[in-house]
């Protein structure tokens, strides 16, 4: 085990874990952070997905120290359930969620993507978000939140 830094949601912590821990179990497990789920572990399904540097990634598969002392926002980080951010009030709106399992990826995903393409088609939108996995078929209602997101911007 060594001491690794990470900055989460604005915050140096330091952790002890070992050199293979993947992201999401240090934020899981050390830092309490909800966010970000264990869907495939395999980096598949995005249900762990949170940004490092403005860059969304899976934290299942990236070593937590790999990204050690780099900018990590998990979905907590853009948010509170008592504020959330307006990406997460649309989807609120839309009632996107219907589990909730894939709303993390999904969120932030779309976060990530809409810092990069201010103005996108519904295509592109649907583009984006493929790459994450929604076993219960809210796929339409999560592309609407995007656009009630962009309606308001």
Same mark, same amino acid.
């Given at each position: 085990?060594?001491?690794?830094?990470?900055?989460?949601?604005?915050?140096? #912590?330091? /952790?002890?874990? @070992? @050199?293979?821990?993947?992201?999401?179990?240090?934020? !899981? @497990?050390?830092?309490?952070? =909800?966010?970000? =789920? &264990?869907?495939?572990?395999? %980096?598949?399904?995005?249900?762990?997905?949170? *940004?490092? @540097?403005?860059?969304? +990634? !899976?934290?299942? /598969?990236?070593?937590? =120290?790999?990204?050690?002392? #780099?900018? /990590?926002?998990?979905? $907590?980080?853009? %948010?509170?359930?008592?504020?959330?951010?307006?990406?997460?009030?649309? &989807? +609120?709106? $839309?009632?996107?969620?219907?589990?909730?399992?894939? +709303?993390?990826?999904?969120?932030?995903?779309?976060?990530? &993507?809409?810092? =990069?393409? #201010?103005?996108?088609?519904?295509? $592109?939108?649907?583009?984006?978000?493929?790459?994450?996995?929604? !076993?219960?078929?809210? *796929?339409?209602? +999560?592309?609407?939140?995007?656009? !009630?997101?962009?309606?308001?911007?």
């Amino acid at each position: 085990m060594t001491q690794t830094t990470l900055l989460v949601n604005g915050k140096s #912590k330091s /952790i002890n874990i @070992d @050199d293979d821990t993947p992201l999401l179990y240090a934020l !899981r @497990d050390d830092l309490n952070l =909800k966010g970000p =789920k &264990f869907g495939c572990g395999l %980096g598949q399904c995005g249900a762990c997905t949170v *940004h490092v @540097d403005g860059q969304a +990634i !899976r934290s299942c /598969i990236t070593p937590a =120290k790999s990204v050690s002392n #780099k900018k /990590i926002t998990t979905l $907590e980080g853009l %948010g509170s359930s008592a504020k959330p951010s307006k990406l997460q009030q649309a &989807f +609120i709106d $839309e009632q996107a969620a219907q589990c909730g399992y894939c +709303i993390n990826g999904m969120i932030m995903t779309a976060s990530a &993507f809409l810092a =990069k393409n #201010k103005n996108p088609s519904d295509q $592109e939108i649907t583009d984006a978000l493929s790459g994450n996995l929604c !076993r219960c078929g809210t *796929h339409q209602r +999560i592309v609407a939140a995007v656009k !009630r997101y962009l309606s308001l911007s």
